[in-house]
T-cell receptor, first 113, second 110 residues
Framework: DAGVIQSPRHEVTEMGQEVTLRCKPI?????LFWYRQTMMRGLELLIY????????DSGMPEDRFSAKMPNASFSTLKIQPSEPRDSAVYFC???????????FGPGTRLLVL | QKEVEQNSGPLSVPEGAIASLNCTYS??????FFWYRQYSGKSPELIMF????GDKEDGRFTAQLNKASQYVSLLIRDSQPSDSATYLC??????????FGAGTRLFVKA
Protein backbone atom coordinates (compact mmCIF):
# COMPACT_ATOMS: atom_id res chain seq x y z
CA ASP A 1 0.00 0.00 0.00
CA ALA A 2 1.29 3.46 -0.91
CA GLY A 3 0.37 5.14 2.36
CA VAL A 4 -1.06 8.63 2.70
CA ILE A 5 0.25 10.93 -0.02
CA GLN A 6 0.58 14.67 0.45
CA SER A 7 1.66 17.39 -1.92
CA PRO A 8 3.53 19.59 -2.06
CA ARG A 9 6.10 18.48 0.50
CA HIS A 10 7.40 22.02 0.87
CA GLU A 11 5.77 25.33 0.10
CA VAL A 12 7.21 28.80 0.43
CA THR A 13 4.87 31.67 -0.35
CA GLU A 14 4.39 35.30 0.38
CA MET A 15 1.82 36.74 2.72
CA GLY A 16 -1.52 37.23 1.03
CA GLN A 17 -1.11 34.42 -1.46
CA GLU A 18 -3.43 31.45 -1.72
CA VAL A 19 -2.04 28.10 -0.62
CA THR A 20 -3.56 24.73 -1.50
CA LEU A 21 -2.43 21.54 0.18
CA ARG A 22 -3.42 18.17 -1.20
CA CYS A 23 -3.94 14.73 0.30
CA LYS A 24 -4.67 11.26 -1.01
CA PRO A 25 -5.72 8.91 1.81
CA ILE A 26 -5.05 5.21 1.97
CA UNK A 27 -7.49 3.28 -0.20
CA UNK A 28 -10.33 1.85 1.83
CA UNK A 29 -10.02 4.33 4.67
CA UNK A 30 -13.17 6.35 5.25
CA UNK A 31 -11.85 8.84 7.81
CA LEU A 32 -9.55 11.73 6.91
CA PHE A 33 -7.97 14.25 9.24
CA TRP A 34 -6.04 17.49 8.67
CA TYR A 35 -3.61 18.52 11.41
CA ARG A 36 -1.27 21.44 11.91
CA GLN A 37 1.90 21.09 13.97
CA THR A 38 4.04 23.85 15.41
CA MET A 39 6.59 23.91 18.19
CA MET A 40 4.42 26.21 20.26
CA ARG A 41 1.03 24.53 19.86
CA GLY A 42 1.93 20.93 19.09
CA LEU A 43 -0.36 18.82 16.92
CA GLU A 44 -3.74 20.47 16.36
CA LEU A 45 -6.70 18.84 14.64
CA LEU A 46 -8.11 21.23 12.05
CA ILE A 47 -10.90 19.22 10.47
CA TYR A 48 -12.14 15.66 10.23
CA UNK A 49 -14.06 13.99 7.39
CA UNK A 50 -15.98 10.74 7.53
CA UNK A 51 -17.16 9.23 4.25
CA UNK A 52 -16.22 12.50 2.50
CA UNK A 53 -18.46 14.58 4.78
CA UNK A 54 -16.93 17.17 7.14
CA UNK A 55 -17.86 16.09 10.66
CA UNK A 56 -15.93 18.47 12.87
CA ASP A 57 -14.26 21.66 11.69
CA SER A 58 -14.08 23.33 15.07
CA GLY A 59 -10.30 23.35 14.87
CA MET A 60 -10.16 25.44 11.71
CA PRO A 61 -8.58 28.64 13.00
CA GLU A 62 -10.56 31.14 10.96
CA ASP A 63 -12.42 31.76 7.75
CA ARG A 64 -9.20 31.96 5.80
CA PHE A 65 -9.00 28.17 6.08
CA SER A 66 -11.24 25.84 4.11
CA ALA A 67 -11.16 22.12 3.38
CA LYS A 68 -12.91 19.91 0.88
CA MET A 69 -13.14 16.24 0.15
CA PRO A 70 -14.84 15.84 -3.23
CA ASN A 71 -14.32 12.06 -3.28
CA ALA A 72 -12.90 9.23 -1.21
CA SER A 73 -9.43 9.55 -2.67
CA PHE A 74 -8.74 13.27 -2.52
CA SER A 75 -8.87 16.18 -0.10
CA THR A 76 -7.62 19.74 -0.13
CA LEU A 77 -6.85 22.28 2.56
CA LYS A 78 -6.81 25.87 1.32
CA ILE A 79 -5.55 29.00 3.03
CA GLN A 80 -6.58 32.28 1.47
CA PRO A 81 -5.05 34.73 2.16
CA SER A 82 -2.04 33.21 3.86
CA GLU A 83 -0.29 34.90 6.77
CA PRO A 84 3.15 34.35 8.37
CA ARG A 85 1.50 32.82 11.45
CA ASP A 86 0.19 30.02 9.24
CA SER A 87 3.74 28.72 8.86
CA ALA A 88 3.71 25.15 10.17
CA VAL A 89 3.80 21.52 9.12
CA TYR A 90 0.41 20.36 7.89
CA PHE A 91 -0.31 16.65 8.16
CA CYS A 92 -3.06 14.65 6.57
CA UNK A 93 -3.99 11.34 8.21
CA UNK A 94 -6.48 8.63 7.35
CA UNK A 95 -8.06 5.71 9.15
CA UNK A 96 -10.75 3.10 8.82
CA UNK A 97 -12.81 4.63 11.59
CA UNK A 98 -12.32 7.79 13.57
CA UNK A 99 -11.56 5.90 16.75
CA UNK A 100 -8.93 3.68 15.27
CA UNK A 101 -5.32 4.07 14.30
CA UNK A 102 -4.53 7.06 12.14
CA UNK A 103 -1.91 6.80 9.42
CA PHE A 104 -0.11 10.04 8.77
CA GLY A 105 1.21 11.38 5.52
CA PRO A 106 4.72 12.87 5.28
CA GLY A 107 3.40 16.39 5.82
CA THR A 108 3.66 19.68 3.98
CA ARG A 109 6.09 22.22 5.40
CA LEU A 110 4.59 25.63 4.79
CA LEU A 111 6.53 28.85 5.17
CA VAL A 112 4.69 32.12 4.65
CA LEU A 113 7.01 35.09 4.31
CA GLN B 1 -6.62 21.57 32.41
CA LYS B 2 -5.47 20.13 29.11
CA GLU B 3 -7.37 17.09 27.88
CA VAL B 4 -4.20 15.03 27.41
CA GLU B 5 -1.09 15.96 29.35
CA GLN B 6 2.47 14.80 28.91
CA ASN B 7 5.74 15.97 30.37
CA SER B 8 7.52 17.72 27.52
CA GLY B 9 10.93 16.47 28.63
CA PRO B 10 13.50 15.95 27.42
CA LEU B 11 13.73 12.61 29.15
CA SER B 12 17.29 11.39 28.98
CA VAL B 13 18.16 7.74 29.63
CA PRO B 14 21.34 5.73 29.01
CA GLU B 15 21.41 3.06 26.36
CA GLY B 16 20.04 -0.22 27.68
CA ALA B 17 17.92 1.38 30.38
CA ILE B 18 14.14 1.43 30.67
CA ALA B 19 12.46 4.63 29.46
CA SER B 20 9.14 5.43 31.10
CA LEU B 21 6.81 7.86 29.38
CA ASN B 22 3.64 9.02 31.08
CA CYS B 23 0.34 10.52 30.00
CA THR B 24 -2.76 11.62 31.88
CA TYR B 25 -6.16 12.43 30.42
CA SER B 26 -9.15 14.31 31.72
CA UNK B 27 -12.16 12.56 30.15
CA UNK B 28 -13.20 9.50 32.17
CA UNK B 29 -15.20 8.28 29.19
CA UNK B 30 -12.07 7.81 27.10
CA UNK B 31 -11.96 4.43 25.47
CA UNK B 32 -8.91 4.01 23.26
CA PHE B 33 -5.34 5.05 23.90
CA PHE B 34 -2.50 5.30 21.42
CA TRP B 35 1.23 5.93 21.49
CA TYR B 36 2.82 7.47 18.42
CA ARG B 37 6.51 8.03 17.80
CA GLN B 38 7.69 11.04 15.81
CA TYR B 39 11.26 11.41 14.67
CA SER B 40 12.51 14.93 14.05
CA GLY B 41 11.24 16.15 10.70
CA LYS B 42 9.05 13.11 10.17
CA SER B 43 5.38 12.27 10.65
CA PRO B 44 3.91 10.46 13.66
CA GLU B 45 3.75 6.69 13.42
CA LEU B 46 1.79 4.34 15.65
CA ILE B 47 3.73 2.24 18.14
CA MET B 48 0.97 0.74 20.23
CA PHE B 49 -2.66 1.06 21.20
CA UNK B 50 -4.45 -0.19 24.30
CA UNK B 51 -8.13 -0.40 25.20
CA UNK B 52 -8.27 -2.36 28.47
CA UNK B 53 -6.83 -1.81 31.90
CA GLY B 54 -3.50 -3.48 32.49
CA ASP B 55 -0.42 -4.06 30.42
CA LYS B 56 0.06 -4.77 26.74
CA GLU B 57 3.44 -5.85 25.49
CA ASP B 58 4.91 -5.70 21.99
CA GLY B 59 8.59 -6.48 21.77
CA ARG B 60 10.54 -3.92 23.78
CA PHE B 61 7.44 -1.77 24.27
CA THR B 62 4.83 -2.10 27.02
CA ALA B 63 1.75 0.08 27.28
CA GLN B 64 0.07 0.35 30.66
CA LEU B 65 -3.44 1.66 31.24
CA ASN B 66 -5.11 2.58 34.51
CA LYS B 67 -8.55 4.02 33.80
CA ALA B 68 -9.32 4.65 37.47
CA SER B 69 -6.31 6.94 37.70
CA GLN B 70 -6.77 8.22 34.11
CA TYR B 71 -3.21 7.34 33.38
CA VAL B 72 -1.49 5.63 30.48
CA SER B 73 2.21 4.95 30.15
CA LEU B 74 4.71 3.56 27.70
CA LEU B 75 7.76 1.61 28.82
CA ILE B 76 10.65 1.07 26.45
CA ARG B 77 13.00 -1.68 27.60
CA ASP B 78 16.63 -1.89 26.50
CA SER B 79 16.46 1.65 25.13
CA GLN B 80 18.48 2.28 21.99
CA PRO B 81 19.76 5.55 20.52
CA SER B 82 17.35 4.90 17.64
CA ASP B 83 14.49 5.28 20.13
CA SER B 84 15.35 8.97 20.50
CA ALA B 85 12.24 10.76 19.28
CA THR B 86 9.13 12.55 20.49
CA TYR B 87 6.42 10.26 21.81
CA LEU B 88 2.83 11.40 21.45
CA CYS B 89 0.02 10.07 23.60
CA UNK B 90 -3.41 10.12 21.92
CA UNK B 91 -6.81 9.46 23.47
CA UNK B 92 -10.17 8.74 21.85
CA UNK B 93 -13.05 9.75 24.08
CA UNK B 94 -15.87 8.07 22.23
CA UNK B 95 -16.70 11.12 20.17
CA UNK B 96 -15.40 12.15 16.80
CA UNK B 97 -11.96 13.20 17.92
CA UNK B 98 -8.71 11.65 18.97
CA UNK B 99 -6.90 14.15 21.18
CA PHE B 100 -3.11 14.25 21.04
CA GLY B 101 -0.84 15.31 23.85
CA ALA B 102 2.01 17.72 23.22
CA GLY B 103 4.54 14.89 23.32
CA THR B 104 7.56 13.91 25.39
CA ARG B 105 11.02 14.16 23.88
CA LEU B 106 13.17 11.11 24.64
CA PHE B 107 16.93 11.11 24.29
CA VAL B 108 18.80 7.82 24.62
CA LYS B 109 22.50 8.33 25.28
CA ALA B 110 24.91 5.87 23.70
Amino acid sequence: DAGVIQSPRHEVTEMGQEVTLRCKPISGHNSLFWYRQTMMRGLELLIYFNNNVPIDDSGMPEDRFSAKMPNASFSTLKIQPSEPRDSAVYFCASGRQYQETQYFGPGTRLLVL
Amino acid sequence: QKEVEQNSGPLSVPEGAIASLNCTYSDRGSQSFFWYRQYSGKSPELIMFIYSNGDKEDGRFTAQLNKASQYVSLLIRDSQPSDSATYLCAVWNGGFKTIFGAGTRLFVKA
